[in-house]
């Protein structure tokens, strides 16, 4: 089932530019996702009604339209997130909302970093050109970036198997990579966000090193590495898997977390690190610049 709705606003202006994927601004042109078990948002209110609807902004187009034109005429460019909830679902096929906006987009010529699941993206590769040749990015980021498109592809894990159980409706983790090798092969800065990586089933050294190396051979210019979030009633739903297909790791699992909703600073440092040292070895950027 699919809702058609209103909303009062769709560009998201940030605090402060995001240090992992340099977006000052976002864009989530539906409300609902893949449904994979681990998403984060699933700790929150938006995140209960994940599995029972998804939502179009019908009127983010206009909306769109409006706001960026204030942003431009102001001078306020700055890397645009589109999405931090999957703005490639298969509805896209049907509603082109994605499309739609990143036609505003490259009209008032400002950048954008696409993360996804999808092979969907490759639909968009024209319109995704003409921003990465016309954007006007931020004036600290010019000689760094050089470019106005970022595409990154979400990861948990290699594993087929690993995947159909935690990555709920998303393409196969081979499908993800052979998408990014075909953006890459178009020009394109491309990436993995390994993220999250899933503590005792894919954060291993081995498991790790697997992720960057074949990273490397798909085209990525870099490897994002980050831990897993749980809370509220996503916390219980992961649990719940975990005690269907490995039982044996729950009581691992409730000592890493705890009452927390993140593992301890040791093992995010101790993450951080190796990730840093696998992507030396490889010559993979473990950041985006």
Not at 62 to 75: C, T
Not at 110 to 122: A, E
Not at 208 to 229: D, H, P, Q
Request: charged fraction near 30%; aromatic fraction near 10%; proline fraction near 5%.
């Amino acid at each position: 089932m699919v809702d058609e709705i209103q909303v009062k606003s769709i560009l998201n202006k940030h605090k402060k530019r995001d240090d992992w994927f340099l977006d000052d601004y976002s864009i989530n042109p539906y409300q609902g996702c893949f449904n994979c078990v681990y998403c984060y948002t699933r700790g929150s209110n938006y995140g209960t009604h994940l599995t029972k609807t998804l939502s179009v902004k019908v009127n983010a187009p206009a909306l769109l339209e409006k706001q960026l034109s204030r942003r431009a005429k102001k001078g306020e460019y700055g890397i645009i997130c589109i999405a931090s909830q999957e703005a490639y679902l298969p509805i896209e096929k049907e509603f082109k909302m994605t499309r739609k906006l990143l036609e505003i987009i490259s009209k008032y010529r400002f950048p954008v970093h696409i993360g996804t699941k999808s092979t969907l993206v490759l639909r968009d590769l024209d319109i995704l050109k003409e921003i990465d040749k016309n954007a006007i990015l931020p004036e600290d980021l010019n000689q760094k970036l050089k470019r106005g498109v970022i595409i990154s592809f979400s990861l948990s894990t290699l594993d087929e198997k690993l995947a159909k159980i935690f990555e709920l409706g998303a393409p196969t983790p081979k499908e993800r990579l052979e998408t990014m090798r075909k953006c890459n092969e178009e020009g394109f800065l491309v990436g993995v966000n390994f993220i999250p990586v899933l503590p005792f089933l894919s954060d291993s050294d081995e498991r790790l090193e697997e992720m960057v190396k074949t990273a490397r051979g798909y085209g990525a210019n870099f490897v994002l590495i980050g831990g897993l979030t749980l809370f509220g009633e996503g916390k219980k739903l992961y649990y719940k898997i975990l005690e269907r297909y490995f039982p044996e790791l729950v009581p691992k699992y409730k000592s890493l977390f705890r009452i927390f909703p993140m593992p301890p600073k040791e093992y995010q440092k101790e993450l951080e690190e190796r990730s840093i040292r696998l992507c030396g070895k490889y010559e993979m950027k473990h950041r985006i610049i």
